[in-house]
């Protein structure tokens, strides 16, 4: 596709419930990204992805939160027993290889999840 | 700690003036300082990249000066437009990051 392509646009889920978004990058950009962006907040940096390399986790803030990439392809951002202070809009970006600092970040229009 | 400081409070101003929009930085010294644009409902978009070594870089109506001694980043839109009206980020970062960390960002309306 032409752009980073997110789904489901937007999800509403109980509390205690688990949810899996998903992250179709731009081809051929092997960097990755995952953002979370809470009501009228800044970028929140979850986690990082470049090649074959071992993923930049750093950023998740607990071990209910996971993700995966296969290859240079789709990623999945995984939570687990949702917390409603989990609701946020959920971005994600991708880049061509290098250096990210110096790389434009290509967003897709993120995941707008909701816990009731 | 890094910190971030974008224009504090929502700015508004009249079309065809020129907006300036700031970013300070603190605690680190950046190689490279991106802005992007964030419309209502959507991702950011990516606007210009500016490297410590450019004091100013230009794209139509935008520029954006680097200054690091004063470790400030200022970003201008000139004969600005309504369709100018978004959210503004920075992401100062150094060279070899592995990620990019945003400022919270500047609301800007260009009032018709």
């Known amino acids: 596709g032409a752009g980073v392509s997110q789904s489901p646009s937007n999800k509403v889920t109980e509390k205690g419930k688990d949810v899996e978004l998903r992250c179709d990058p731009i081809s051929g950009h092997t960097a990755l990204y995952w953002y979370r962006q809470r009501l009228g907040q800044g970028l929140e940096f979850l986690i990082y992805?470049?090649?074959?390399?071992?993923?930049?986790k750093s950023g998740l803030p607990s071990d209910r939160f996971s993700a995966e990439r296969t290859g240079e392809s789709v990623s999945t951002l995984t939570i687990q027993r949702t917390q409603q202070e989990d609701s946020a809009v959920y971005l994600c970006?991708?880049?061509?290889?290098?250096?990210?600092?110096?790389?434009?970040?290509?967003f897709g229009d993120g995941t707008r999840l909701s816990i009731l | 700690s890094q910190k971030i400081e974008q224009n504090s409070e929502a700015l508004n101003i009249q079309e065809g003036k020129t907006a300036t929009l700031t970013c300070n930085y603190t605690n680190y010294s950046p190689a490279y300082l991106q802005w992007y644009r964030q419309d209502p409902g959507r991702g950011p978009v990516f606007l210009l990249l500016?490297?410590?070594?450019?004091k100013e870089k230009r794209k139509e109506r935008l520029k954006v000066t680097f200054d690091t001694t004063l470790k400030q980043s200022l970003f201008h839109i000139t004969a600005s437009q309504p369709a100018d009206s978004a959210t503004y980020l920075c992401?100062?970062?150094?060279?070899?990051?592995?990620?990019?960390?945003f400022g919270s960002g500047t609301q800007l309306t260009v009032l018709p």
């Open positions: 500016i490297r410590e070594n450019e």
């Open positions: 970006a991708s880049s061509v290889s290098g250096d990210p600092s110096n790389q434009p970040q290509h």
């Open positions: 992805f470049q090649g074959n390399s071992a993923p930049d």
């Open positions: 992401a100062p970062s150094r060279g070899s990051a592995r990620q990019l960390t």
